[in-house]
């Protein structure tokens, strides 16, 4: 375009590189990010406005072909989210699992079948960055048929039972399983520590806070007997009012058939403990020990709830140990770890004593 006459020159061109700006050949010259305006003919047949896969394919039969395609997809991600009712004795509990599945794949999948892979398949990470903007998510939920399950290689496959529909962009919940009448368990569990026991401590100085924990058997015979997808349990319970409260949340693996689930919630408010050494020794006990002493414990735990609770102590202790002299008798479930089992009285307290020959 000339400034001064408003007149307009055409000239063909043939560009040669477009790398760090373009390269062009104009009229027999080369020139390097010319100006004006430019049109093209037409739009070459392999240049898509949008990511584009293109098949060809040979065949001996004439007519139409029916084809399957496979491949995989980035942008199609699901997990699983589980929502435990406790009933008002801590002892039953019903479940519910829930599927979320979220498609920022930039395509939407109508009428779809949906079949998820449950387990820890291995994928290559190309290192590869993609700058991607950050979609808006849509939410859906929906209930009805759960998911069949079934083996696949060594993991598990889950079918929905009807086709679905998922949006890009979009977030939806679909119902996994419906358990009710589970029976299930609640611990109290104090948690000890090792290092108390190599060397002298005038005051512990710790109240011990005792862990709550909820017990399931994932059995046909007690309302599961499916293999779970790994996710997050939330558990509730009603209040007076039967109002829901949330109480707490545990992780979980995928647990298979037959196993048991163990959800830590929190830290019980009313029960609690405090420990102190009332004696340390060391003795000589030669080759092949190094370490050898005589330690020993004073534990008073406190209940101030109106009902008795059982509790389990279980104290880590390193080496080669023994317990040498103890208020209440104790139980060796691991190689490194004793365990009381404590009933406290209603609004009272119960004192543990022990001593014990540690070795290493």
């Known amino acids: 375009m000339n400034p001064a006459t408003g007149k307009e020159t055409r000239e063909d061109a043939t560009i040669l590189s477009t790398n760090s700006g373009v390269v062009a050949k104009i009229s027999g010259r080369i020139e390097t990010n010319p100006g004006g305006r430019w049109l093209f003919p037409g739009i070459p047949e392999n240049l898509r406005d949008k990511p584009t896969l293109v098949t060809r394919l040979a065949t001996k039969n004439t007519g139409a072909q029916e084809l399957e395609l496979s491949y995989l997809s980035r942008g ?6 589980y929502v435990a009712v406790l009933n008002a004795a801590d002892n039953i509990l019903d479940l519910a699992g829930w599927v979320t599945l979220t498609n920022q794949s930039g395509a939407s999948y109508p009428n779809a079948r949906l079949q998820l892979v449950a387990g820890d398949v291995n994928q290559v990470q190309e290192r590869i960055r993609y700058a991607r ?4 998510v849509k939410m859906a939920m929906e209930s009805g048929a759960h998911m069949q399950e079934e083996g696949l290689f060594e993991y ?8 679905t529909t998922i949006a890009d962009n979009q ?3 679909v119902a996994l399983l419906n358990a009710s009448g589970v029976p299930a368990t609640k611990e109290l569990v104090f948690h000890g520590r090792d290092y108390y026991y190599r060397s002298r401590y005038n005051s512990l100085g710790q109240k011990l806070k005792a862990s709550i924990y909820i017990l399931f058997e994932n059995r046909e015979g007690k309302g599961l007997g499916m293999p779970l ?11 007076q009012s039967g109002r829901a409260q949330f109480v707490g949340e545990d992780r979980i693996d995928h647990t298979p058939r037959n196993e048991q689930i163990r959800l830590k919630l929190g830290e019980a408010f009313d029960v609690t403990a405090s420990k102190k050494q009332t004696d340390y020794q060391k003795v000589n006990y030669g080759h092949p020990y ?17 009902t008795a609770v059982a509790v389990k102590m279980q104290e880590p202790i390193p080496g080669d140990w023994k317990i040498l002299r103890e208020s209440m008798k104790h139980k060796k479930v691991a190689a490194g770890l004793a365990e009381w089992q404590i009933e406290i009285p209603a609004e009272g307290s119960t004192i543990l004593e022990y001593k014990v020959l540690v070795r290493y």
Request: cysteine-free; overall charge positive.
């Open 76 to 81: 199609l991600s699901w997990k699983a989210d």
């Open 133 to 136: 903007k950050t979609p808006m």
């Open 156 to 163: 598990h496959l889950y079918t929905l039972n009807r086709p």
């Open 171 to 173: 977030t939806k919940q």
């Open 229 to 239: 997808p790994k996710g997050i349990v939330r558990v509730y319970k009603q209040d």
């Open 290 to 306: 190094q370490y050898a002493a005589e330690v020993s414990f004073r534990i008073e735990l406190k209940n101030a709830k109106k």
